[in-house]
């Protein structure tokens, strides 16, 4: 990939990723829904840029790879200030890292085995659950005060947790579908033009 295309969906993604860092400084600032405000329109642009590029065929392997990049910048960095700030523990930030570096690493594999795989609607699902738990934590102060949650822990934290949970059940469904039975097949199709 020496050059991005940058057309209508990539551009978004492009803005969705800049609007990591704004994100953040306004979650430590304590400007928390000025920080929803943004989040919201990041997540907005992530379901617009997918829209326009499958109705106007604007799909490319650029775009394949940044979208859930931006995605990932996004979730992780923002649980990064919610642990910061002690909204959340930090054994979700370390589960959500280890997964994001499987899910990374996994997509380095593929893309130089030239296996570019786009995500899957259980990915997706489980994308918009994990959004959806974030965009709760913003709101941890009204939530809890609201609805006393169970020690140690806060709804938050247990929305969080939740969403790791599908995460991890998506990334295993991923990996096999994406990861073993392609690189098989791939595998199997190079022994035949090796017989060949």
Known sequence: MNRISLNVPNVL???RSALVPVTVILIFYGLT???FATYVVACATDLL?????RKFNMITEEGILLDPLAD???AVFVIVAFVSIGVVPAFILIILLIKEALMIGGGVFLYYRKIVTPSNAFGKIATVILNTAMGFAFFYKQIDAFWPP???LNWPSIFLSFALFIMIV???QY???NLFRKFRNQRKE???????
């Open 175 to 177: 990996a096999y579908f």
């Open 190 to 196: 190079e022994k035949l033009s090796d017989n060949n």
């Open 150 to 152: 169970p020690p140690f």
């Open 72 to 74: 990932k910048l996004m």
């Open 49 to 53: 840029d997918g829209i326009i590029a």
């Open 13 to 15: 993604t492009l803005f």
């Open 170 to 172: 998506a990334l295993f």
């Open 33 to 35: 829904m000025a920080a």
